[in-house]
């Protein structure tokens, strides 16, 4: 899997296809904007954006 790939997947809450070839995306509040664009290049013009409901949670920090 690419690093791309992987980076994109941490800033996707959920993805559902729906009807007629959506698919809906739900993001984390806080995810870059490329995130948004690289979904719109991998699902095309079918792709909904559903609202943020929360912030990504943060890695575990190493004592």
């Given at each position: 899997m690419s690093e791309n790939k992987r980076e994109f997947?941490?800033?996707v809450a959920a993805i559902s296809r729906g009807g007629l070839g959506h698919?809906?995306?739900r993001l984390?509040?806080?995810?870059?904007?490329w995130?948004?664009?690289?979904a719109v290049?991998?699902?095309g013009k079918g792709t909904v954006f559903l609202p943020a409901q929360r912030l990504r949670a943060s890695?575990?920090?190493a004592a």
């Open positions: 997947d941490r800033w698919v809906y995306v984390y509040q806080d995810a870059p904007t995130v948004r664009d690289m290049n991998r699902y890695a575990p920090v």
